[in-house]
């Protein structure tokens, strides 16, 4: 991915960072980088996910899948970063794969579950469960729903279901159990920053898509990674977006322009605030999609609170659609283009919008939405998350937030005992 910060410097923009600024907030870069470094080196829990392009294995991928390889869908079961990897890429790519069409479950909403059952093949659909725990409530809940939902209509749902979880655990323990096919979550790699491995890859190997691409590009981005951000595209982004955010950019609008990538906003969205948002720090990501949201948001962004960064992910290369002309004088314009030049103009008028009103801005730009750039977008932003941590000096790999959470609900439906559960038993007597 190619970052440009130009219309995040203090001289074009309000909040915005001075040369000075970014050469001295450089020596802290070099610093940083020095300690992912050794983290990687050491494998250590968080930073060994910088490690997955080498070390994750496309072919003991495949090879899992292979007994569900012809289905006509796939219906992944997972939350949080046990889903929003496979989605984002199985998104992006659709175009590209074999035709599988693949659904995911995270949410529990009980009316929306059962339109998605209905709406399923199930005789000729395989299950993906996803959960690096092998304890998280609402995984567990829909697949025992699914589960039922094959059992009901005569489908034998062992025969096709492909589990990844953790060496031990509950969803380990069921796995064995009935002997289903698993996979297992590599060792130091949080939620969020599994992508790149089984966790985001077998749902892509199920839709027939190229995995030694995807791993390559992520490969191609790791090897930028030097210490210092005027030289690699992931630092200059996670550097500028912690010093935008120290200068008041308390929001980052993540705004891709093309339609495949809405999910990489949302797979942005919980990477920046599951790592960063800790101890009163961190800024707020929004999703936003172009030019959808330019008929909403970017009124906002260009005249509200200076709060704001946005940042662009722009291919350069789409596939392309003439628009037809008509015999209406006022629509000629249009019929001299196509659908891409228009989302090109788009993009331009809305980027130049922002930056005429000073208002933070920075663009990513990939060659074209394919496996290689995917995986390089992937690997940059949470090479830059994790510079960004650094920088913000907060504990990047840990989500206590989102484990409270967990422990309550568990606690109040009697699934062990938590003190989390007790603490929302005593606010609900308060009342
Ligand atoms: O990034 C994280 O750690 C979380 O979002 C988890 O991925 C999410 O809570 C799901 O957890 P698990 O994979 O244990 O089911």
Not at 88 to 98: F, P, S
Not at 356 to 367: D, H, I, K
Request: charged share 25%.
């Amino acid at each position: 991915m190619d970052v440009d910060i130009g219309n995040a410097l203090a001289s074009v923009a309000s909040p915005g960072i001075s040369r000075e600024g970014l050469e001295r907030l450089d020596e802290r870069v070099a610093t940083a980088h020095e300690r992912i470094e050794a983290g990687r080196a050491n494998d250590e829990h968080g930073y060994a996910a910088l490690n997955l392009p080498e070390r994750t294995d496309p072919d003991a991928i495949r090879a899992a899948v292979e007994p569900v390889a012809d289905v006509d869908a796939l219906v992944t079961i997972g939350i949080g970063g046990s889903a929003l990897g496979a989605a984002t890429i199985t998104d992006a790519l659709a175009d590209a794969g074999d035709g599988t069409e693949a659904v995911y479950l995270d949410n529990i909403d009980p009316a929306w579950i059962t339109r998605r059952l209905e709406a399923l093949p199930l005789e000729s659909t395989a299950i993906n469960v996803v959960s690096r725990s092998g304890t998280t409530a609402e995984t567990l809940a829909n697949f025992l729903v699914v589960r039922e939902a094959f059992e009901d209509a005569g489908v034998d749902w062992t025969e096709r279901t492909v589990v990844t979880t953790g060496e031990s655990g509950p969803l380990r323990s069921l796995a064995n159990r009935h002997d289903l096919a698993a996979v297992s979550v590599p060792d130091g790699v949080p939620g969020r920053f599994s992508a790149l491995s089984a966790v985001g890859l077998v749902a892509a190997a199920v839709c027939g898509h190229d995995l030694e691409a995807i791993l390559e590009g992520a490969a191609a981005e790791a090897d930028t990674l030097t210490g210092s951000l005027f030289e690699c595209p992931a630092y200059a982004y996670g550097a500028t977006a912690y010093a935008l955010d120290a200068r008041g950019a308390s929001m980052n609008a993540m705004v891709p322009y093309a339609e495949s990538l809405e999910t990489y906003a949302e797979w942005f969205a919980q990477l920046w605030a599951e790592s960063l948002g800790k101890d009163d720090l961190g800024q707020t990501p929004v999703r936003a999609l172009g030019v959808t949201d330019q008929h909403s948001q970017l009124q906002l962004y260009r005249a509200g609170p200076r709060d704001k960064l946005v940042t662009f992910v722009t291919p350069r290369k789409t596939a392309d659609r003439d628009i037809p002309g008509t015999d209406v004088d006022e629509l000629a314009y249009l019929g001299d283009a196509t659908l891409g030049e228009l989302l090109e103009a788009e993009f331009e008028a809305t980027e130049a919008s922002l930056a005429a009103a000073g208002r933070p801005n920075v663009r990513v730009e990939l060659e074209s939405v394919d496996a290689f750039e995917l995986g390089g977008l992937l690997y940059g932003m949470e090479a830059a998350c994790v510079l960004a941590g650094e920088l913000y000096e907060v504990s990047t790999f840990t989500q206590p937030a989102v484990e409270w959470a967990k422990n309550a609900t568990r606690g109040l439906l009697g699934g062990g005992e938590f003190e989390e559960a007790e603490a929302v038993a005593e606010k609900t007597t308060l009342r």
